[in-house]
């Protein structure tokens, strides 16, 4: 199955997945933010098929080396949700975030796979 994916910000990069075996794909960040911050942009916009969902994820290296994880935990994109996916990352140790508050243009920022839904 392809999922299409637009750009809505010229300095978007587009999904990557790590190796061929990768379960998720990695999301960017579009510009510059910073943790515990606003939301920061992809600068990009999925068309995901009616029946399925977008999973959004924290990167295991986020919460491993720096401490940071998704504000929500997990990130659910609807099928019928068109805007721009933004992230938005939050650190709960104030002694580790002073390492690592900003978060660079171009710097992987999730990671996210997309799923079936499953009516109950």
Known sequence: MQIK???????????????????????YAAEKGTVNGRPIPTGLK????EGYGMLIFSRSGHGFKRNIQL???????DSD???????????????TQIFYDTIEAG??????????KIDV
Do not use: H
């Open 5 to 27: 994916v637009a750009k809505c910000r010229p300095e978007a990069k587009l999904p990557t997945y790590a190796t061929p075996a990768a379960f998720c794909f990695d999301l």
């Open 46 to 49: 999925f068309e995901i098929p």
């Open 71 to 77: 504000v929500n935990c997990v990130g659910v994109i």
């Open 81 to 95: 949700y068109r805007g721009e996916v933004m992230v938005k990352l939050v650190c709960n140790d104030r002694r």
């Open 107 to 116: 710097e992987r920022i999730a990671q996210a796979t997309i799923v079936p």
